[in-house]
């Protein structure tokens, strides 16, 4: 099956500061990658999504690029807000897993003003 | 007209007593799945169906037991409830299990066991 690792958190930054997030992951086959962001008190929702290599999947300010070669998935905003703080999630999903998304631990960003 | 909804979004119980939560999706999604999210934030997925089949069944204790009449609901019955119980309970959705879509998530349910 799919597995993922993602940058230990808590990540606090100051607004308007570059946000980068690491995420690798192992799976076989040909994965769809996937950020989700959960909001305080709220479920996960769609960040953004990349289902080739070298794609990029980009929402809200964010990016990450399909890095086939160093199977990896970094989640990048060149200016965080305050109202970016949230829990991130990794998550590969296909390949011999099929449908199934396999998440990271998860990454704590808190952003002050 | 929510997508994916949960009921209770909080339960509050006691230890010993039996509880449900329930979810229902209106996106027309063959496949649900139920997580569990630690107050560390790691999400263990528990069970999934798809068209009301079981096809993901981790190792859970059988204490949980889900159900699903229908392919657009997932219930989680929890029998003998224990203080590790306490969790936030996530139903999720998806176009099926054999394309890779991503998830539609409901709300999260805090189980809270006293």
């Known amino acids: 099956g799919n597995s993922v690792t993602q940058m230990e958190g808590p990540v606090t930054l100051s607004e308007e500061a570059f946000l980068t997030i690491n995420c690798t992951y192992t799976a076989t086959g040909y994965p769809s990658l996937f950020w989700y962001v959960q909001y305080p008190g709220e479920g996960l929702q769609l960040l953004l999504k990349a289902t080739k290599a070298d794609d990029k999947g980009s929402n809200k300010g964010f990016e990450a690029t399909y890095r086939k070669e160093t199977t990896s998935f970094h989640l990048e905003k060149g200016s965080v807000q305050v109202s970016d703080s949230a829990v991130y999630f990794c998550a590969p999903a296909g390949g011999t897993s099929y449908g199934k998304l396999t998440f990271g631990q998860g990454t704590i960003l808190t952003v002050h003003p | 007209d929510t997508a994916v909804s949960q009921t209770p979004k909080y339960l509050v119980t006691q230890m010993g007593n039996d509880k449900s939560i329930k979810c229902e999706q209106n996106l027309g999604h063959d496949t649900m799945y139920w997580y569990k999210q630690d107050s560390k934030k790691f999400l263990k997925i528990m069970f999934s169906?798809?068209?009301?089949?079981?096809?993901i069944n981790e190792t859970v204790p059988n204490r949980f037991s889900p159900k699903s009449p229908d392919k657009a609901h997932l219930n989680l019955h929890i029998n003998s409830l224990e203080l590790g119980d306490s969790a936030v309970y996530f139903c999720a959705s998806s176009h099926s299990v054999s394309r890779a879509n991503g998830y539609t998530f409901g709300s999260g349910t805090r189980l809270t066991v006293v």
């Open positions: 169906y798809n068209n009301k089949e079981l096809i």
